[in-house]
């Protein structure tokens, strides 16, 4: 069974950074695309990062360009997305999902719970 | 503003049919990208519900059905249950710039 398991969410100040992880188990980790999607209250899902397998294609959503990082640690099964200079607009739960499909058809087909990240002073 | 173009609310009665349409443009759905369909309950993680347009991931009733045409596409559910009311997304790919691009979001209230 596929389960992703988001830590690192909490409270941080404008301005602040803040690294989420996202712990992997029951797939071939090292194989499988990932992202990053979030939600913020009241608002629908946003894409937020994504990246392939062996990190060779990365891909940021146009509103954390510059400013997130997502970087993966295949030895751990760990996905992790390092964001600085958080806004407020940036608060939001944010969920690690597992890419299927060929590139650019593919589909979110796990996502984990998710974790509250709140930027506010 | 979202790239993809839902409804923001749908209802229907217990046993009936609804509809909820996906409206993009050149450079997603129009381009020929694939739509995906999404089921959200609050405060839960959100679940694939069709993939590749119109196909089923195992689980998911018969009742849930995608299509595709042209810049838009549609997730039809019927024989309408308590248990459906959640929020429905759509999803495909944009080339410009590279991105996975959502639909706002849909509310589907059970009457």
């Known amino acids: 069974e596929v389960q992703l398991l988001e830590s690192g969410g909490g409270l941080v100040q404008p301005g602040g950074s803040r690294s989420l992880s996202c712990a992997a188990s029951g797939f071939t980790f090292s194989s499988s695309d990932m992202g990053w999607v979030r939600q913020a209250p009241g608002k629908g899902l946003e894409w937020v990062s994504a990246?392939?397998?062996?990190?060779?294609?990365?891909y940021y959503a146009d509103s954390v360009k510059g400013r997130f990082t997502i970087f993966r640690d295949n030895s751990r099964n760990t996905l992790y997305l390092q964001m600085n200079s958080l806004r407020a607009d940036d608060t939001a739960v944010y969920y690690c999902?597992?890419?299927?499909?060929?590139?650019?058809?593919?589909?979110?087909?796990?996502w984990g719970q998710g974790t509250l990240v709140t930027v506010s002073s | 503003q979202s790239v993809l173009t839902q409804p923001p609310s749908v209802s229907g009665a217990p046993g009936q049919r609804v509809t909820i349409s996906c409206t993009g443009g050149?450079?997603?759905?129009?381009?020929?990208?694939?739509v995906h369909w999404y089921q959200h309950l609050p405060g839960t993680a959100p679940k694939l519900l069709i993939y590749?347009?119109?196909n089923r991931p195992s689980g998911v009733p018969d009742r849930f059905s995608g299509s595709k045409s042209g810049t838009s596409a549609s997730l039809a559910i019927t024989g309408l249950r308590a248990e459906d009311e959640a929020d429905y997304y759509c999803q495909s790919f944009d080339s410009s710039p590279t991105a996975w691009v959502f639909g706002g979001g849909t509310k589907l209230t059970v009457l």
């Open positions: 999902a597992k890419l299927v499909g060929a590139p650019r058809r593919q589909q979110f087909d796990s």
């Open positions: 990246l392939s397998g062996n990190s060779y294609y990365i």
């Open positions: 050149s450079s997603n759905i129009g381009a020929g990208y694939d």
């Open positions: 590749g347009n119109t």
